[in-house]
């Protein structure tokens, strides 16, 4: 390596306040680690000028800050998706952009399909009107049996098989949809299906799948459209993967009948979100990846990518974009 023995590391925006996880694996190297508190490509270039790499939760990493950061070598975000960087970009100023895709498995699948099973029995309906004074099961409306039911998972990999495989022997029948999953590995006990048959057939929908310029609001009206009448959405992946108005629009109608969001966009939503307030959404605030263990091994893991980088010149386990230098 050509950096100096000892470096700077910066965590650019985490929400936890203390480092000691990160420093553990970093610090015996020669490199510290220094917590800042911004996600605006900005506020990046403000913490990180002496970085030689950053600990990214959820700022912007785009050309902007790869061309103000000369001296960048290596992003490492604390989790799987790495729609907020840039990463052409990334490739063009040699900066290797490396991610965390296998923490949380169980703590996401297991959000969601707590998501799926409390928008279908309706239990924020009956909490609300408990707490209201009214006792009476009928208060939540129609509740359709599981086993009645389509479940429909769009995005096939290491999460939506987890759900598949936790609740969906509850339902009648489970479809999935993943053009880059592979046959060998699918489950014969899940249907294979194109997106537009998926919605059509499905009157439960869980999104497991990354966002980026293909799945940009991907479920639109002309999905949502085609769901049998009073169908359910649950969202723990990413909330750029949903068009809120339509969204709102189908539970408006109620062709939706109820909704289950970890994630929306932007995050944290302005007060005048579309699905902010409406009775048949219920909300958590990004929170599907976490547990105490959790949490614990996604900061480990994601300091561990720049360790391996420093010590080898590569991320080795989890790179997603190459350097070029």
Known sequence: MSEAPSATIVATDPEWLELDVEREVLEPLGLS???????????????????????????????????????????SRYGAGVDSVDLEAARAHGVWVANVPDTGTEE?????????????????????????????????GSVPRLSELTLGIVGFGRIGKAVAEGVG???????????????????????????????????????????????????????LDRMPW??????????????????????????????????????????????????????????????DQSLIDLRRAAAQNIARWWQDGEPRRYVVGPSKR
Do not use: C
């Open 33 to 75: 680690v220094v917590r800042a508190q911004g996600r605006s490509p900005e506020e990046v270039l403000a913490s990180a000028e002496d970085a030689v790499g950053v600990l990214v939760q959820y700022a912007t990493i785009d050309d902007s800050v790869l061309r103000g950061l000369p001296g960048l070598r290596i992003v």
């Open 108 to 140: 996401v699948a297991g959000h969601a399909s707590a998501m799926l099973l409390g928008v279908i029995r309706h239990l924020p309906h009956h909490d609300h009107a408990i707490r209201s004074g009214v006792w009476d099961f009928k208060t939540a």
């Open 169 to 223: 022997h509850w339902f009648g029948r489970v479809v999935a949809h993943d053009p880059y999953a592979g046959d060998a590995d699918w489950p014969s006990s899940v249907e294979r299906l194109g997106i537009e048959e998926l919605f059509s057939q499905s009157n439960a929908v869980t999104l497991h799948l990354p966002l980026g310029p293909d799945t940009q609001q991907l479920i639109d009206s002309s999905l």
């Open 230 to 291: 009073g169908s359910y959405l649950v969202n723990t992946a990413r909330g750029g993967l949903v068009d809120p108005v339509a969204v709102r629009e189908a539970l408006d109608s109620g062709a939706l009948a109820g909704a289950g969001l970890d994630v929306l966009a932007p995050e944290p939503p302005p007060t005048d979100h579309p699905l902010l307030g409406h009775d048949s959404v219920t909300l958590s605030p990004h929170a599907a990846w976490y547990s």
